[in-house]
């Protein structure tokens, strides 16, 4: 019930296309969705969150859908850029902080 | 931005030894984290740390696990006696309120090589 399911595993998209990561979780507890870069070597950051209140925000070219009947959420990253080439986690997170991250997404954006 | 800064950036040690992984949080955030990479894995949640007491603390984090903040600066995970399984990448991380839209900072890591 603590898990959560990211797909795919990993993804190449042409430059100038939409990247989508797909999120699922079991726990309706969860009340926090963000979702983290992670760039080799490095920590994961911050990209964008979304709480079960709305079912989208959007910040930039990324963008975040949630369906909380569904319990699902995706993140949308519009123009995909090389730069944009990465490791991405979908978390989920209650009450206190602990994040729950999913198994991660290699995207890879071709020029 | 402000950072969470981890020391050493890696470390390699042999199995059985004791090791200490070092963080220093964001100034004036209260809420503190460990948590680990495996290679290729997704990232795991070990602990978190609160007015200077353990908060949570995954099945992982057994009794070869202690954290500390010795100094109001630092906060510290040891490993008592290492195993080649605790080979991973160990990320620190802070919070000023996670509860709220406070999000959570994450250092870039100690990556752990057990011998």
């Known amino acids: 019930q603590q898990q959560v399911k990211q797909s795919p595993q990993s993804l190449i998209v042409q430059k100038g296309g939409i990247s989508i990561i797909n999120c699922a979780y079991e726990?309706?507890?969860?009340?926090?969705f963000p979702w983290y870069q992670q760039f080799p070597g490095k920590g994961p950051a911050l990209l964008i969150a979304?709480?079960?209140?709305?079912s989208e925000k959007k910040e930039g070219r990324f963008t975040i859908s949630f369906n909380k009947s569904a319990k699902q959420f995706s993140l949308h990253i519009m123009d995909s850029q090389p730069g944009d080439s990465a490791t991405y986690f979908c978390?989920?997170?209650?009450?206190?902080?602990?994040?729950?991250f999913g198994q991660g997404t290699e995207l890879s954006v071709k020029p | 931005e402000p950072e969470v800064t981890q020391t050493p950036s890696h470390q390699v040690t042999q199995m059985g030894q004791e090791v200490i992984l070092r963080c220093v949080p964001i100034?004036?955030?209260?809420?503190f984290y460990w948590y680990r990479q495996i290679l290729g894995q997704k990232v795991e949640f070990l602990v978190s740390?609160?007015?200077?007491?353990?908060?949570?603390k995954s099945e992982i984090f057994d009794d070869q696990f202690s954290v500390e903040r010795p100094d109001g600066s630092n906060f510290t995970l040891k490993i008592r006696s290492t195993k080649l399984e605790d080979s991973a990448m160990y990320f620190c991380?802070?919070?000023?309120?996670?509860?709220?839209?406070?999000?959570?900072?994450f250092g870039s890591g100690t990556q752990l090589s057990v011998l």
């Open positions: 991380a802070s919070s000023a309120d996670p509860g709220g839209d406070e999000k959570l900072f």
């Open positions: 726990n309706t507890a969860f009340d926090y």
């Open positions: 979304i709480r079960p209140d709305v």
């Open positions: 978390a989920a997170a209650g009450q206190g902080g602990k994040l729950i």
């Open positions: 100034s004036n955030h209260l809420y």
């Open positions: 740390f609160y007015n200077n007491e353990i908060s949570e």
